[in-house]
């Protein structure tokens, strides 16, 4: 069973910069793509990255050019690069694989506000 700790999260003013981490137990990443999420008080959990097995990331339009996924496979771990931060990015943050098919985590919480 594959378990997800997320961290790196804190308070950011807009226009600023943090970078995401998600250590995964339990298993490897090999064989699955793997997705950073995002969900905001009041709404649903939707995925922003995607890290294929093969290829290169996607990314939500709405963050596009401004964040960059990566993983680092041999330390079973994924990052999330957020640059450029604005205050709709305010969310917790999640990773899983995608489509989602483990557990979730308790997420880090990001939030973006002057």
């Known amino acids: 069973q594959v378990q997800f700790v997320e961290s790196g999260g804190g308070l950011v003013q807009p226009g600023g910069a943090l970078r995401l981490s998600c250590a995964a137990s339990?298993?490897?990443?090999?064989?699955?793509?793997m997705g950073w999420y995002r969900q905001a008080p009041r709404q649903q959990r939707e995925l922003v990255a995607t890290?294929?097995?093969?290829?290169?990331?996607r990314y939500a339009t709405s963050v596009q050019g401004r964040f960059t996924a990566s993983i680092n496979s041999a330390k079973n771990t994924v990052y999330l690069q957020m640059n450029s931060l604005k205050p709709e990015d305010t969310a917790v943050y999640y990773c899983?694989?995608?489509?989602?098919?483990?557990?979730w985590g308790q997420g880090t919480q990001v939030t973006v506000s002057s």
């Open positions: 890290i294929p097995v093969v290829g290169t990331a």
């Open positions: 339990g298993n490897t990443f090999w064989g699955y793509a």
């Open positions: 899983n694989s995608d489509p989602a098919g483990f557990p």
